[in-house]
Each structure stands twice: as structure tokens, then as C-alpha cells.
């Protein structure tokens, strides 16, 4: 298995996605669950991401605790932990939204690579 390759208190690593997480976190929100492959665009993850986070946050946060940190993980081949993954989106929720945003611009997409082999030999 994989880790992260941001540690959840790496917040600072990229002060430009620490300060959009902070004070518009349904935009990252948003951006995480479209690069997640959650949702077809950022726009519609942030509709539902302010959404969710302004009638209802405990639903928040079961949303995000089992749809998208667990989709990243298993995008980006890191082990699953769904207790991990509660307590920290519960506990220190805009530093795993950072987590989850540097994971998705910064590892390097998992692709398929195709092989053309000749025939005829």
C-alpha cells in the first residue's frame, strides 16, 4: 500500500490551497469530489458541498468520510481505514480537505499503458 504523500498536518505546503480550503471549503470540496471522479464538475461538488455543510453537517461528514477520502485512497492505492478516515475528517476537517487536494494535483494520475506488440514473427 501507498501513503499519503501530504501528511495531514501539511497544510502549509501549499499556502494558495490552505487558504481556499479555510475560507471556501465547498469549493475544495467541490474540486476533491471532481478530480475524485465523485462528480462531473467542480461546480456541482460545491453546490452539494454547501449544501450538505449548511443544512446538515453530520450528514457532511459521513458523505465525505465514506465517498470521497475513501475513493482517493483506493484511486491512489493507499490502505483503506474508515476509522482513521472519520476521526480525521470529524476532528480536522479542513486539514484533510488540504490532505485530500494536494494528493489529487500532486500524485501522479494512475494510467493504463498500452503496449503495441508485433505479430508475425
Known sequence: WNEWDHSLFGCFDDCGECLLACCCPCVTYGLNARDAGIC????CGAFWGCML?????????????????????????????????????????????????QQLKT?????????????GY
Open 53 to 101: 455543510f449548511s443544512f446538515c453537517a453530520p450528514c457532511a461528514m459521513c458523505v465525505w468520510c465514506c465517498g470521497i477520502r475513501p475513493n482517493i485512497r483506493t484511486k491512489y492505492k493507499i490502505a483503506p481505514n474508515c476509522c482513521a478516515d472519520c476521526c480525521t475528517v470529524w476532528w480536522c476537517g479542513c486539514c484533510a480537505l488540504i490532505q485530500e487536494r
Open 40 to 43: 462531473c464538475d467542480g461546480c
Open 107 to 119: 500524485a501522479p494520475r494512475l494510467q493504463t499503458v498500452i503496449v503495441d506488440v508485433p505479430t
